[in-house]
T-cell receptor, first 112, second 110 residues
């Protein structure tokens, strides 16, 4: 069973569209994250939720809105997509302490 | 320059040989993670180091944290094709924040 699953894996869409990426974890972790990977493989945190509560909200455009219906899910909704939004987005979860982070396989978003 | 510098950027190693990847921080390291990334498979957690001098092993992979040098090294012994991929180091900067290196691409030649 996949521990952290993201859907879709690939997303190609036109500028101006609204899209969502879903993330689910079955590890029972309290904290979930969204990261954006840039062209140099650098992962930048965007949002973090702990037990459905937003705890980190980095400087990202308001067009990006996370939604956590329960602690096992953290979805990312993006409005009015722009070319610069093209990237790989990773969802992750953690139990804290020494257990590290468990990442999903990523969603490659391409805006054309 | 990035807060976490990985070296080398890429590495081609003959199967069976040993290799080392380094991760150097421009700031004090409080927690250092090593991950392996394979295309389409996401990031695979290898190990986490927290204390200076700490050393951990996972199968044929050993990582060590040198807190004074603000550096961690990842050593693979007797490399195999399954070791191929991109190795990423990450570090804790503040609560829940993760900074990542640019990665080291490892190719294993049969």
């Amino acid at each position: 069973d996949t521990a952290v699953s993201q859907t879709p894996k690939y997303l190609v869409t036109q500028m101006g569209n609204d899209k969502s990426i879903k993330c689910e974890q079955n590890l029972g972790h309290d904290t979930m994250y969204w990261y954006k990977q840039d062209s140099k493989k650098f992962l930048k945190i965007m949002f973090s939720y702990n037990n459905k509560e937003l705890i980190i909200n980095e400087t990202v455009p308001n067009r990006f809105s996370p939604k956590s219906p329960d602690k096992a899910h953290l979805n990312l909704h993006i409005n009015s997509l722009e070319l610069g939004d093209s990237a790989v987005y990773f969802c992750a979860s953690s139990a804290g302490g020494n257990y590290g982070y468990t990442f999903g396989s990523g969603t490659r978003l391409t805006v054309v | 320059s990035q807060e976490l510098e990985q070296s080398p950027q890429s590495l081609i190693v003959q199967e069976g040989k040993n290799l080392t990847i380094n991760c150097t921080s421009s700031k004090t390291l409080y927690g250092l993670y090593w991950y392996k990334q394979k295309y389409g498979e996401g990031l695979i957690f290898l190990m986490m180091l927290q204390k200076g001098g700490e050393e951990k092993s996972h199968e044929k992979i050993t990582a060590k944290l040198d807190e004074k040098k603000q550096q961690s090294s990842l050593h693979i012994t007797a490399s195999q094709p399954s070791h191929a991929g991109i190795y990423l180091c990450g570090a804790d900067r503040s609560n829940y924040q993760l900074i990542w290196g640019a990665g080291t691409k490892l190719i294993i030649k049969p």
